[in-house]
């Protein structure tokens, strides 16, 4: 496989339900970073890792929880959703961290019940 | 004052034609600028940089960067149906090298 792959590509949670959003790279890239995209606002930054660490948590909920085991892989784990977290989470990754230039994974859509 | 803006369009531009794209960022001292194109249900895909004042030229495309005034364009010349997506300007600040924002995105739709 290439690029960024991300899975599951689409998941839909009860908001006591506990699930995973797993995220590898494929591009020998030392950052990743998850994002959340919602519609009609611009794409959120919500956490940075440089060589599998956390770097930058922009004021993410704690229902939230990202993991980073090495480089190239990211996850983030969901816990007690509210519907308002439905959204399209999307991975990416750099070759450093803030070059600015990101592969995207494809994303994984959200849907909270 | 949102930190990176744009006119979320929709623009539509007739085929053949000029696109441009433009893009107001906040934060003075950012260094790095970029475009991103998202085919709707697609993730975002780079498609141009540009980090110093002037204009970069790829292909059809053309950023144009203007520190002074915190603008950046994006100019699509001979605009083709498959460049109707919606484009995306990021902004990497010197105040945190981690953070890359993007704007809302312009729709822009190039009609046969």
């Known amino acids: 496989e290439t690029g960024v792959t991300q899975t599951p590509r689409h998941l839909v949670m009860g908001m006591t339900n506990k699930k995973s959003l797993k995220c590898e790279q494929h591009l020998g890239h030392n950052a990743m970073y998850w994002y959340k995209q919602s519609a009609k606002k611009p794409l959120e930054l919500m956490f940075v890792y440089n060589f599998k660490e956390q770097t930058e948590n922009n004021s993410v909920p704690s229902r939230f929880s990202p993991e980073c085991p090495n480089s190239s892989h990211l996850f983030l784990h969901l816990h007690t959703l509210q519907p308002e977290d439905s959204a399209l989470y999307l991975c990416?990754?750099?070759?450093?961290?803030?070059?600015?230039?990101?592969?995207f994974g494809e994303g994984s859509r959200l849907t909270v019940l | 004052q949102k930190e990176v803006e744009q006119n979320s369009g929709p623009l539509s531009v007739p085929e053949g034609a000029i696109a441009s794209l433009n893009c107001t960022y906040s934060?003075?001292?950012?260094?790095?600028f970029f475009w991103y194109r998202q085919y709707s249900g697609k993730s975002p895909e780079l498609i141009m940089s540009i980090y110093s004042n002037g204009d970069k030229e790829d292909g059809r495309f053309t950023a144009q960067l203007n520190k002074a005034s915190q603008y950046v364009s994006l100019l699509i010349r001979d605009s083709q149906p498959s460049d109707s997506a919606t484009y995306l300007c990021a902004v990497n600040g010197y105040s945190s090298a981690s953070k890359i924002i993007f704007g809302s995105g312009t729709r822009l739709s190039i009609r046969p």
């Open positions: 934060d003075r001292v950012s260094q790095s």
């Open positions: 990416a990754s750099s070759q450093d961290l803030g070059t600015g230039e990101l592969f």
